[in-house]
């Protein structure tokens, strides 16, 4: 299994887990979700058959300073980066249920709310911290039941991708 990082231009970041199923096809897995799509090679690049049916010829960039990737098809645009072993972005350790100790923003923006302290006892899908980026919230939710430790952000507060937000104990 392979685990990446995906990011819609400077919008919200996801977590997205790739197997291999077959040699011409991979079940792809967003949000926990599994879809399987058909693959094939051609000389201009893959061909990639979704459920639908769709068929898509993606252009895909690679050589990003993060070591990512950009595939681009008609009317879309998504930055791919492999998923990192440490607790940094673009980590599996942000899926549900992770033990990470670390909450770190996904994306760069500016905080406009923090909704826990510490002491505070949270659950998953909990709100932490509210990010504004591209005059868009997005509210960074817990992703483990714990306790959190450290707060590491106040409001007005600038972060970048990969700054430590929450801490959990």
């Known amino acids: 299994m392979h685990r990446y990082t995906v ?17 011409d096809r991979v079940e792809v897995r967003v949000g926990g979700v599994p879809v399987t799509v058909g693959v094939s090679r051609a000389p201009g690049g893959p061909i990639l058959q979704l459920p639908s049916g769709r068929v898509l010829r993606p252009h895909v960039s690679t050589g990003s300073p993060d070591g990512g990737a950009t595939v681009t098809w008609p009317g ?10 440490e607790n940094g972005p673009g980590t599996g350790a942000g ?30 899908g909990q709100g932490l911290v509210i990010l504004e980026a591209m005059k868009m919230e997005n509210e960074v939710k817990a992703r483990r039941d714990g306790a959190i430790s450290a707060v590491r952000v106040a409001e007005g507060d600038r972060v970048e991708t990969g700054a430590d937000l929450v801490e959990f104990e």
């Open 76 to 85: 879309r645009s998504l930055v791919v980066a492999r998923a990192r072993a």
């Open 95 to 124: 899926l549900p249920g992770s033990r990470s100790r670390r909450v770190r923003a996904q994306m760069p923006g500016r905080v406009v709310r923090v909704l826990v302290r510490p002491g505070d006892r949270v659950a998953v």
């Open 7 to 23: 990011r819609a231009g400077e919008g919200v970041a996801g977590d997205v887990e790739v197997v291999r199923v077959a040699p």
